[in-house]
């Protein structure tokens, strides 16, 4: 057993002042949202417990993998499930999230597997692009990344963006694949655009599409859609309503 590797201890430059206003107001949502994931911490474990689809997702995403090859799991939390099953399965992976708190979970966890998950602090509309190594320390998530990843993984990670910004993200995701790397994303099924949710006792803005409206984002963005399942989920916690989720198994296309 292993446990993860600190990459950067510190966060570093998140308010460098180089975008215009809608830009920063943007990026401090985000860093709201990511403060809220600091006090949730363990309590998203225990309200989401059963992650059957999620699961299922990614063994579909190892039948395409090889032992050592590079994932990255784009709001990786404290790592459980997709890091741990990612890393037991010989894969090296690298976990990227905004959230302090969830990090620090997740560098304190033991890790199955030969290669230690290595943890990045960074918001995700920055990666693929030049502020992944001048903001956040972390040039393997830049420019510098592309085309280094076998595979990603996003799992309601996308949510927490307004609509208008997932399929820059998406395309951004892509330029990190190697041509006819995988993408494993889950999503929540609704019609929804940033709107501001009871969450655990905090708020968070969530996004959805329906399933239909999803794939033709995707496609946009540069991905042929495998396969989509929609699976009814009812939270451990009577404070949150049951939804329905999607996982979506991709190819990178070009």
């Known amino acids: 057993m292993t446990t993860g590797q ?3 201890p510190f966060p570093v430059g998140e308010d460098a002042g180089d975008d215009e206003p809608e830009v920063r107001r943007r990026r401090a949502v985000r860093a709201l949202q990511a403060v809220a ?32 090859d590079r994932v990255l799991d784009v709001g990786c939390g404290t790592g459980d499930p997709t890091v ?9 992976v690298t ?19 030969g290669f ?11 990666l693929a692009t030049e502020r992944a190594a001048r903001v956040w320390n972390a040039p393997e998530l830049g420019p510098d990344g ?18 208008d910004e997932i399929p820059t993200a998406l395309g951004r995701l892509r330029e990190l694949l190697r041509p006819g790397g995988l993408l494993a994303l889950g999503m929540v099924e609704a019609d929804l655009d940033h709107v501001p949710l009871p969450f655990l006792g905090r708020e968070l803005r969530i996004s959805g599409y329906l399933r239909e409206d999803l794939e033709r984002v995707l496609v946009s963005a540069g991905f042929a859609v495998e396969e989509c399942s929609g699976h009814p989920y009812a939270p451990a916690s009577t404070s949150l309503p049951p939804e329905e989720q999607l996982f979506l198994c ?4 070009g």
């Open 6 to 8: 600190i990459s950067d």
């Open 37 to 68: 994931f600091d006090t949730i911490g363990t309590e998203y474990g225990e309200a989401f417990p059963a992650k059957d689809g999620q699961l299922a997702c990614v063994r579909q995403l190892l039948a395409g993998l090889a032992p050592g």
């Open 84 to 92: 741990r099953q990612l890393a037991a399965a010989g894969l090296r």
């Open 95 to 113: 976990g990227a999230d905004l959230s302090d708190g969830m990090l620090a979970l997740a560098r304190r966890a033991a890790f199955p597997g």
């Open 116 to 126: 230690p998950p290595v943890f990045h602090r960074i918001d995700l509309y920055d």
């Open 146 to 163: 592309r085309g280094r990843y076998a595979a990603v993984t996003a799992f309601f990670s996308l949510i927490l963006l307004p609509q």
């Open 250 to 253: 991709c190819r990178r296309v």
